[in-house]
């Protein structure tokens, strides 16, 4: 069988503006700890009695203390296991977290979270015309996970959508470029080819959602069928085909009985036979043994010849 190469239609996205790298942080718990002290010093310094300028330096003292407390506090981020943090200081991108734990960042930069778990999309039923020209239903599941955070937030406006709608546009290209099912055995088909056309569908999906950083694990396909227009006649032409190869397989085998036959009452003398009733008994034998019905038997009771 040869193979039919389905070429991937990617559009040309524009370069990427970032790709992900790791972000400057420090453990958190210090910071905590830090953060309490300075909350613990500020309420001694305020309940501290003081006459003149003492009072004010100790209000002053305990007014610093609490802001960099509050720092302290603003700058711890939570990670947890499966998902990043990408930080982002005054519009810039200044990298990813992926360890897991209390961090603790620039308590001024925004911290936006990312899910790096395994996901599975599964795509809406769609209507489409396969290679030949007849209208399919098809559906797949598509298992995807973020790879670059930076590409996943910055390249593309909403990465989840944006996997999504490419991966509805990759089924769509690939149920129209190929038939539902074919005759003979040198073209592929959606339906008698399942592993060779999902692994050209999640090379189309992993090949469209690269910008945005993600990747394809893997896809399947859920549901293919004729629509609800033509199902009806193309299960009548299968059966039709499945009596006609049911036939040839009959008629095959039954001429091999009749030659066996043949060539064995010719070895073992039995009887001889000219070349009429040769022909006759082949097509007595042909009868009862392709009949779809049981024959019935008729006893010559005369001589061969009546």
């Not at 549901?223 to 009959?250: C, F, K, N, P, T």
Request: aromatic content about 6%; some cysteine; overall charge neutral.
């Amino acid at each position: 069988m040869s193979t039919q190469v389905s070429s991937v239609a990617v559009p040309k996205f524009p370069a990427q503006p970032v790709s992900e790298y790791q972000a400057r942080s420090a453990p958190g718990l210090p910071a905590l700890g830090l953060g309490i002290v300075g909350v613990i010093l500020g309420i001694i310094l305020v309940v501290l009695h003081g006459h003149g300028t003492r009072e004010i330096v100790l209000v002053v003292v305990a007014i610093l203390v609490f802001l960099a407390s509050e720092l302290c506090f603003h700058g711890l981020t939570p990670v947890m296991t499966g998902e990043a943090r990408v930080v982002q200081l005054f519009g810039r991108y200044r990298g990813t977290i992926r360890s897991p734990g209390l961090q603790w960042v620039n308590p001024f930069a925004r911290r936006r979270r990312v899910s790096t778990r395994i996901r599975n999309l599964e795509t809406a039923m769609v209507k489409v015309n396969d290679a030949d020209g007849n209208p399919i239903e098809i559906a797949a599941v598509v298992v995807w996970l973020v790879e670059d955070t930076g590409k996943a937030i910055y390249a593309v406006n909403d990465f989840e959508k944006f996997v999504a709608i490419q991966a509805e546009t990759a089924v769509r290209h690939i149920a129209s470029s190929y038939a539902y099912e074919v005759g003979d055995g040198d073209r592929l088909s959606l339906r008698a080819n399942a592993d060779e056309i999902t692994a050209r569908l999640s090379d189309e999906i992993a090949a469209r959602v690269a910008s945005a950083g993600v990747q394809i694990v893997e896809s399947r396909l859920t549901r293919l069928s004729y629509a609800a227009e033509i199902a009806q006649a193309m299960l009548r032409r299968q059966a039709a085909s499945a009596v006609v190869g049911a036939r040839q397989v009959i008629v095959q085998g039954a001429v091999g009985m009749v030659k066996l036959a043949l060539t064995q009452l010719e070895q073992e003398g039995v009887v001889e036979l000219d070349e009429e009733r040769k022909a006759a008994m082949v097509s007595n034998l042909l009868v009862v043994l392709c009949s779809e019905q049981a024959t019935q038997q008729v006893v010559n009771t005369g001589s061969l010849y009546q």
